[in-house]
């Protein structure tokens, strides 16, 4: 997409540097101000229309007439991002970027604007035969966090590998020699203990390209209501083992189409998770129902929650929000996206509502299916009901 | 546009126009100072100490035009309320900046210290009623909007609320040995600046309200000092209150 932005920059820009070459300063300005009082002539009729196609543009674009501070802005320009101190702030660097390029003759910057979360807006300036000046702003947000998060995987990914084999290369060496037998014992269990770790990492990623390629052949009619039940009782264990209280509440029948197995394991990571991150004492409930054509699971803890900045990326392989705890609970971190691949596998959606200090609650909608017609009838019309 | 007092009317709008963009560098910059005490981020703290040095001479800037303003133009009336309440708000909007400075010192000196979740979900609701206070006074002073700039103060007060919330929070966090002394103090220093910020809001809002109808907070105070020393000279009104 980006690159058509810029194709489509360059060739507005090129025309704009064509149309104004051929008419003089105050034409432009006409045009600019839209004057009422300026004949419908040919010349004003191929603004408009270039106007209208800006207009159209998803990048914002903003030409400014070195004589006389006329300044045409499109639509993306006037609202780049609906949130009125951020557009001030864009239209601020906006005229920034008109006076660099009066000096320089281009320019180009990219702005970051906090507004929930960080947006950023990559602005850019031309000056066109020093008639007028040119300035783009497109909002480069989902482009760069593309790529934060594959250069956060590779750095993670080695880093979550590496810890293990570097503990037990060096437990290894330390065996070596060791004659002791209690310290040779209690080093080979932290070698078994990083072992599994990796191993677990290692299965974890398995799992998730397995989700990601599997087919839907061999799904089923699953009906989510023993599934559940299945999950709590298998988490149950250790729930109790933290005293925390783990309940199960909602319809019987919540049928859907699927791999039991994946759905079971999806869940079940959900309610470790809310386990995981409650404190002695609290709750986690799961509760179930139907919202039109769709069987809503939701899994609601009253733990540390998650600060807002940490929503968006959580689902991300091998994100964490809080390093040290995370590793600690002995989680792999690719818990959250196994869920979410198999929730989107599923032709379903996750979302989170989180508050720090108030809790979480992950809901999970999947597209529902009717139960298994034994009696079909026809109906009066011949259709089937 | 009075063609006479074109160079006027220039000068007038560009200090308003500057206002406003002081005013969303400030708002901007309140969830970012949150995100930075929050996450522990010690570059963006430098970044946004720094920062202030630009907003300082800003608003300096901003002062000086309309002392230009006052002296060469002579305004009157509206004009006059106009140029007197931006050099008002150019303070406002530079203390709340440094308050905002100020929450990024703070998170330098807890850096590396756990903060308790249940106080992060405080700060982060702190920090958003802040953030939407300058918002909506911004937008009151933008529109000349007195209804809204009137309704700020009861918003604030949700900020107040939350305030003492927060006080209450870190003596039980404290208490349960989830955060120590020094971390607890700092905490109940920064929630004060959240709050300041809000009351900065408040006062802008005041001057957008003094802009638009000549409504001086001050008035029903002064009055009654007034009627208690039995001043002769009776109530107490501005001149600029008229249109």
């Known amino acids: 997409m980006g690159v058509v932005y810029f194709l489509v920059g360059v060739l507005t820009a090129t025309a704009i540097a064509f149309l104004f070459s051929k008419r003089s300063t105050r034409e432009i300005q006409r045009a600019l101000t839209n004057e009422s009082s300026v004949t419908k002539s040919n010349t004003r009729d191929s603004f408009v229309q270039l106007f209208e196609i800006l207009d159209f543009l998803e990048t914002g674009v903003v030409v400014a007439d070195n004589n006389t501070n006329h300044k045409f802005r499109n639509k993306a320009a006037i609202a780049m991002t609906g949130i009125r101190y951020v557009d001030i702030l864009i239209d601020q660097a906006v005229d920034e970027m008109i006076r660099q390029v009066e000096h320089e003759g281009t320019g180009s910057r990219i702005l970051e604007a906090v507004a929930g979360t960080t947006r950023f807006l990559q602005i850019r300036g031309h000056n066109l035969n020093n008639e007028c000046i040119l300035v783009t702003v497109e909002d480069i947000t989902a482009k760069s966090r593309i790529e934060t998060v594959q250069t956060d995987f590779v750095a993670n990914l080695s880093h979550e590998l590496k810890t293990p084999i570097g503990a037990v290369a060096a437990l290894a060496d330390s065996l070596v020699g060791e004659t002791e037998t209690e310290v040779v014992w209690r080093l080979a269990e932290r070698i078994v203990s990083e072992s599994h770790r990796m191993a677990r990492i290692v299965d974890a990623l398995l799992d998730l390209s397995r989700i990601e390629f599997s087919g839907t052949e061999d799904w089923t009619q699953v009906d989510l209501a023993p599934v559940l039940v299945e999950v709590v009782s298998t988490n149950q264990h250790a729930a109790k083992r933290q005293g925390i209280g783990l309940s199960l509440t909602g319809a019987s029948q919540l049928n859907v189409l699927g791999d039991r197995s994946q759905l079971v394991s999806g869940f079940s990571n959900l309610v470790d998770n809310a386990i995981k991150y409650s404190e002695p004492g609290g709750i986690v409930s799961v509760s179930s129902s139907i919202v039109g054509d769709e069987v809503v699971v939701a899994i609601t803890d009253y733990g540390i929650g998650i600060s807002k900045q940490h929503q968006d990326r959580i689902f991300e392989r091998f994100y964490r929000v809080d390093k040290a705890r995370s590793r600690a609970t002995g989680g792999t971190g690719l818990g959250l996206s196994i869920v979410r691949h198999i929730v989107l596998e599923h032709g379903g959606t996750i979302e989170v509502v989180s508050e720090e200090g108030v809790g979480s609650t992950f809901t999970i909608r999947l597209p529902q299916v009717l139960p298994e017609l034994t009696n079909v009838l026809p109906s009066k019309t011949g259709a089937l009901i | ?243």
């Open chain 2, 1 to 243: 546009m009075d063609e006479i007092r074109k160079d006027f009317h220039n000068d007038l709008d560009a200090a308003r126009a500057e206002v406003i963009r002081l005013g969303a560098s400030l708002t901007e910059s309140i969830p970012r100072a949150t995100a930075i005490l929050l996450s522990g981020d010690l570059e963006g703290a430098d970044y946004l100490v720094q920062a202030d040095d630009e907003f300082d001479a800003r608003s300096a800037e901003l002062e000086a035009l309309c002392f230009e303003i006052l002296a060469l133009q002579a305004p009157v009336a509206a004009d006059l309320r106009q140029v007197i309440a931006i050099i008002k708000i150019a303070g406002e909007l530079e203390r709340s900046a440094d308050l905002v400075v100020n929450i990024c010192k703070a998170a330098r000196r807890i850096y590396g210290h756990n903060i308790d979740p249940m106080l992060r979900g405080v700060i982060s609701k702190m920090s958003e009623q802040a953030q939407k206070l300058f918002e909506s006074t911004m937008e009151a002073f933008e529109e000349n909007d007195a209804a809204k700039a009137a309704a700020i103060d009861d918003m604030d007060s949700y900020l107040d609320s939350l305030h003492r919330q927060f006080i209450q929070q870190i003596f039980e966090s404290h208490s349960n040995s989830k955060i120590d002394l020094q971390v607890a103090v700092q905490l109940a220093v920064v929630a004060r600046f959240y709050e300041r910020i809000g009351d900065h809001a408040v006062n802008v809002s005041e001057r957008t309200r003094f802009i638009v109808t000549g409504w001086v907070r001050e008035r029903d105070g002064i009055n009654r000092y007034k009627a208690r020393i039995g001043d002769p000279t009776g109530e107490f009104t501005l001149n600029l209150e008229q249109n």
